[in-house]
């Protein structure tokens, strides 16, 4: 055999794997359209979400400290994760996994230090240049 007749034989298995998932997509397509129930009621197009109705618009507008406690949430809790995964292999890491790990929260802690000295997390402040609540 040759070298390129070896190169073939080699991604055969991905050829069928990918032919075979072309085939269930399809026959799933396939079979919801011919088996799926249509509805032409005029409440069809209509939003619904958990039995209730939706009333206003979907475009509310949400003041940007809902984003930062979001940001803040994702942040910690991966950070989280990631203190987790390290304490359950704490013993294989050694002392090199323990002072990775110092240094990792060591730099979340500096961050965290900056925005409270910058006032990113003075979320008071932000209602008051809106005016949303009086200043003391």
């Known amino acids: ?7 073939t034989l080699v991604y055969w298995p991905v050829v069928v794997y990918f032919g075979a998932v072309l085939l269930v997509a399809g026959a799933m397509i396939g079979g919801s359209a011919m088996l799926g129930q249509r509805h032409h009621e005029p409440a069809t197009g209509e939003p619904y979400e958990s039995g209730i109705a939706s ?6 507008r949400f003041p940007a400290t809902f984003y930062l406690i979001a940001m803040f949430f994702v942040i910690f809790d991966v ?3 990631i203190l987790f995964a390290w304490a359950v292999s704490a013993r294989q890491a050694g002392w090199s996994g323990y002072v990775e790990m110092v240094i990792f929260a060591a730099v979340l802690l500096a961050a965290l230090v900056y925005l ?3 006032g990113a997390l003075d979320l ?3 209602a008051r240049r ?3 609540t009086p200043a003391p």
Do not use: C
């Open 130 to 132: 809106l005016n949303l």
């Open 1 to 7: 055999m040759n070298a390129s007749a070896d190169n």
């Open 116 to 118: 409270a000295r910058t």
């Open 55 to 60: 009333t206003g618009s979907a475009r509310a």
């Open 79 to 81: 950070e989280s994760v």
């Open 124 to 126: 008071a402040a932000g």
